[in-house]
T-cell receptor, first 112, second 112 residues
């Protein structure tokens, strides 16, 4: 599959702070997805993006499909302890067919 | 309730033994997937199936086998040929190829 570069690898923040993470690809992507995984569980879909430039919100979460189609970012505003987990970006490249490519994840820790 | 069910959640096996992980979905999804997750490695695609009686290898298919005899079921066999089978295995499904994936809760396999 195609490699996605996700950063940062981990974040340690205080409750109430805003968080930003991003994902880049060396090739064009048609779809970007953001997932959250709690320990020992399967990932849960947070936001799906289908058009370049698209900006979508889901509560305190906001994600954007980069205009170059090679990147995406996820913002979390006013973080709370239950935001703790691993966040994954994922996407379908123009030539990746049915294979969803994943980033290596951003581990988020939130202290009260 | 609709969803994806993986079993068992935890499994221990001795070296040299084959083991089969179950994945069942009642979402009426056409496509099903198996991913392997190792710490810090993200999710890597093992096998996927777009329709019944058809499946394709992913990036790390060696040492694994699958079948898709029914739309709702996609079992994964970890064979003795898999050199490093200890991992967290995730099953997913989607309504169609290149769509949003919905994950099960995962199966953790430990080889002793």
């Amino acid at each position: 599959g195609q490699q996605l570069n996700q950063s940062p690898q981990s974040m340690f923040i205080q409750e109430g702070e805003d968080v930003s993470m991003n994902c880049t690809s060396s090739s064009i992507f048609n779809t970007w997805l953001w997932y959250k995984q709690d320990p020992g569980e399967g990932p849960v879909l947070l936001i799906a993006l289908y058009k370049a430039g698209e900006l979508t919100s889901n509560g305190r979460l906001t994600a954007q499909f980069g205009i170059t189609r090679k990147d995406s970012f996820l913002n979390i505003s006013a973080s709370i302890p239950s935001d703790v987990g691993i966040y994954f970006c994922a996407g379908y490249g123009a030539n990746s067919g049915y294979a969803l490519n994943f980033g290596k994840g951003t581990s988020l820790l939130v202290t009260p | 309730d609709g969803g994806i069910t993986q079993s068992p959640k935890y499994l221990f096996r001795k070296e040299g033994q084959n083991v089969t992980l179950s994945c069942e979905q009642n979402l009426n999804h056409d496509a099903m997937y198996w991913y392997r997750q190792d710490p810090g490695q993200g999710l890597r695609l093992i096998y996927y199936s777009q329709i019944v009686n058809d499946f394709q290898k992913g990036d790390i298919a060696e040492g694994y086998s699958v079948s898709r005899e029914k739309k709702e079921s996609f079992p994964l066999t970890v064979t003795s040929a898999q050199k490093n089978p200890t991992a967290f295995y995730l099953c997913a499904s989607s309504t169609q190829g290149a769509g949003e994936l919905f994950f099960g809760e995962g199966s953790r396999l430990t080889v002793l």
